[in-house]
T-cell receptor, first 111, second 116 residues
Framework: GQNIDQPTEMTATEGAIVQINCTYQ??????LFWYQQHAGEAPTFLSY????GLEEKGRFSSFLSRSKGYSYLLLKELQMKDSASYLC????????????FGPGTRLSVLP | KAGVTQTPRYLIKTRGQQVTLSCSPI?????VSWYQQTPGQGLQFLFE???????NKGNFPGRFSGRQFSNSRSEMNVSTLELGDSALYLC???????????????FGEGSWLTVV
């Protein structure tokens, strides 16, 4: 089966660092994606991992361990505008955009 | 360049009716996928079209169907609407769907469907 787990909600303070974890069990693996979604808006792409290790992109970093079925998204120097839902998604097939999304983690950044 | 465009943005339908939603992908993108998003179930994959052919399909009943035209634009149709079909329907496009970081999918703003 396909299963992706993320914490439902997290709260952090402006300027702090937060780590959002994602664990997955899928029938195949062809990349793990992180998306940000503000309330009432479309998801927007944040990061992509297909090999083990850390991918850094400005204030955002994403880590992947394929053997553990585990990823995390690290957000540094949190800003109020980072308050959003963060979606972990796995592409299981070699062909096609058949993504399995996690339930999303709603992050609230407090002043 | 223009992003993924979905129409209509908001619509209200009555139970039993049918609805058609439209999606224009980013220019050059040939893969179009559709997702349903609800508060309880999150984002769920409906189907993907590539070069006018359905390439992948999620676990939704046959009332949900779609198609893709030669210009890569796509439509999805839901027949015999049920209250539970109320959701945000998101369309996403990508180049080809093959391996590589360049095949990130880009989402449209979505169509908010309310069934009453």
């Amino acid at each position: 089966g396909q299963n992706i787990d993320q914490p439902t909600e997290m709260t952090a303070t402006e300027g702090a660092i937060v780590q959002i974890n994602c664990t997955y069990q899928t029938s195949g693996f062809n990349g793990l994606f992180w998306y940000q979604q503000h309330a009432g808006e479309a998801p927007t792409f944040l990061s992509y991992n297909v090999l083990d290790g850390l991918e850094e992109k400005g204030r955002f970093s994403s880590f992947l361990s394929r053997s553990k079925g585990y990823s995390y998204l690290l957000l540094k120097e949190l800003q109020m505008k980072d308050s959003a839902s963060y979606l972990c998604a796995v592409r299981g097939d070699n062909y096609g955009q058949n993504f399995v999304f996690g339930p999303g983690t709603r992050l609230s950044v407090l002043p | 360049k223009a992003g993924v465009t979905q129409t209509p943005r908001y619509l209200i339908k009555t139970r039993g009716q049918q609805v058609t939603l439209s999606c224009s992908p980013i220019s050059g993108h040939r893969s179009v996928s559709w997702y349903q998003q609800t508060p309880g179930q999150g984002l769920q994959f409906l189907f993907e079209y590539f070069s006018e052919t359905q390439r992948n399909k999620g676990n939704f009943p046959g009332r949900f169907s779609g198609r893709q035209f030669s210009n890569s634009r796509s439509e999805m149709n839901v027949s015999t609407l049920e209250l539970g079909d109320s959701a945000l329907y998101l369309c996403a496009s990508s180049f080809t769907g093959t391996e590589g970081p360049g095949n990130t999918i880009y989402f449209g703003e979505g169509s908010w469907l309310t069934v009453v």
